[in-house]
């Protein structure tokens, strides 16, 4: 497994501090933010210093019931390419549900939720991962990610579940520790036993970020300081096996650079913590038991499902199976997004906090990708917005969202002031057609609303 050391996602936001800070070996770039004809100036210079680029994607939906999309595919070939990338990565997650597979709408979540363990589902997830390896230039790794609710009816744990996607796909793992801390407090899944059960000689890096606990919930942020108990878990990992690169991720409220720096430091410090605690452990059990038949698992993982060593794997035939995981993934979406009541045995406390959260999600993003919507509407922006969200659930992605949102609003004949409304039908006039009509409507937004507020 190629060497990474310790790395940051790279954000344009502290692109210049990334540059700048010491001791950075690669960076991790949103894979859906990166135009391979027009890659930002901050990454084609970290490249020619030699620093290590990978594309992260987060919009696959490899863990939904529907093949992956050709065309993302190729889009996320073509950034790994451009990137000079040695692989890349994903998450084990469905992201949009319904279509002709259920006889329902599309709908799109705008953020990653979780696969139910089931055997069905990982059947699924296990053909999707080998469509996927077979499109892409480079070897996958994929992320386990945080949850907010559990499935009912799961059929593996967490570590059973990525152990035998690893051993039926060869596919790599990008193991968030970070995650396992949030599904510790949120699903009461143990750290420690999901690392004991993860095959390491699959982890391509590691992700380690912050978040916060609010009503006994953890909310994985990527806002806030990574706390003491993921580093303990990084620490944990890394005194069973040292991970091949552990990256930092903040995605917003960046705090300066030297708290950046600082953080790096106690990772550093934390995988150190382990190496040097394995050393200390009697020679073999690398700090923690293994599972009973990691041997045979590793290496294992023939594309034809077929482990090596000639380890079987029973294959399903997965078309029933894509229709059942299909149904139940739309009506929890549907649920969370459009209103429709919760599945049976879900925890309905729960939905409703992810569905809130799903909502926000949906103002922050589209605030950041049409910052003028924010200016135009005032303070009334983010209600206005959370009033659209619960009768409109999304399903083209979010620039698409902003100018429903707009459309929405002028339908209403909002907003009310007469001079904010002609400057939101002149923002989504010059953006609805197939070309921008006019340059500069941000500035002259601003202009608008300094002038009706003088």
């Excluded at 190629?2 to 690669?26: H, K, Q, S």
């Excluded at 889009?75 to 992201?95: K, M, Q, Y």
């Excluded at 009541?341 to 949906?362: N, S, T, W």
């Excluded at 459309?407 to 009310?416: D, F, N, S, T």
Aim: hydrophobic letters at 40%.
């Amino acid at each position: 497994m190629r060497r990474l050391g310790t790395g940051i996602g790279w954000r344009p936001e502290i692109a210049d501090a990334v540059e700048r800070m010491p001791g950075i070996d690669w960076v991790e770039a949103v894979a859906e933010n990166v135009c391979p004809g027009h890659l930002p100036e901050s990454l084609l210079r970290l490249r020619e210093r030699g620093v290590t680029v990978i594309p992260h994607g987060v919009s696959l939906g490899l863990g939904g019931a529907d093949r992956p999309d050709a065309g993302r595919l190729t889009a996320l070939a073509e950034r790994a390419e451009a990137l000079g990338s040695p692989l890349v990565t994903e998450h084990i997650a469905f992201v949009r549900a319904g279509g002709p597979l259920t006889a329902s709408p599309r709908l799109e979540a705008g953020h990653l939720l979780p696969v139910p363990r089931t055997r069905d589902a990982l059947d699924v997830l296990c053909e999707n991962v080998r469509i996927a390896q077979d499109a892409l230039p480079v070897p996958l790794a994929l992320e386990n990610i945080a949850a907010l609710f559990s499935w009912p009816g799961e059929e593996l744990t967490e570590g059973q579940f990525l152990s035998e996607l690893v051993e039926r796909t060869g596919v790599r793992l990008l193991v968030d520790v970070a995650n396992l801390h949030t599904n510790h407090v949120n699903r009461g899944e143990d750290p420690v036993e999901a690392l004991a059960a993860l095959p390491v000689e699959a982890i391509a890096y590691v992700h380690v970020a912050g978040g916060y606990e609010r009503d006994g919930v953890w909310h994985d942020s990527h806002a806030h300081p990574v706390p003491r108990p993921v580093l303990d878990i990084l620490t944990a990992l890394a005194a069973r096996a040292e991970p091949p690169g552990v990256l930092l991720e903040r995605d917003e409220d960046f705090p300066e650079p030297a708290e950046l720096e600082g953080e790096l430091e106690a990772i550093r410090k934390a995988v150190a913590t382990g190496r040097d605690r394995a050393r200390e452990e009697p020679k073999g059990t690398g700090g923690a038991e293994e599972p009973e038949g990691t041997e045979e698992r590793r290496g294992a993982g023939g594309a034809d499902g077929t482990g090596a060593g000639g380890v079987g794997v029973l294959v399903r035939p997965v078309a029933g199976m894509r229709e059942r995981v299909g149904v139940a993934q739309a009506a929890v979406l549907s649920s969370l997004v459009a209103g429709t009541p919760v599945p049976e045995g879900f925890d309905r406390v729960r939905m409703g906090v992810q569905a809130r959260a799903l909502a926000a999600k949906r103002a922050g993003v589209v605030a950041k990708l049409a910052p003028e919507l924010p200016v135009i509407l005032g303070a009334g922006y983010r209600e206005a917005f959370l009033e659209y969200a619960r009768q409109r659930p999304m399903s083209g992605g979010y620039r698409r969202d902003a100018l429903d949102f707009a459309g929405h609003l002028l339908k209403l004949g909002r907003p009310g002031d007469e001079g904010a409304r002609r400057e939101l039908r002149e923002w989504w006039l010059d953006r609805a057609g197939p070309a921008p009509r006019r340059q500069g409507v941000l500035g002259r937004v601003a202009r608008g609303v300094l002038r009706r507020r003088g």
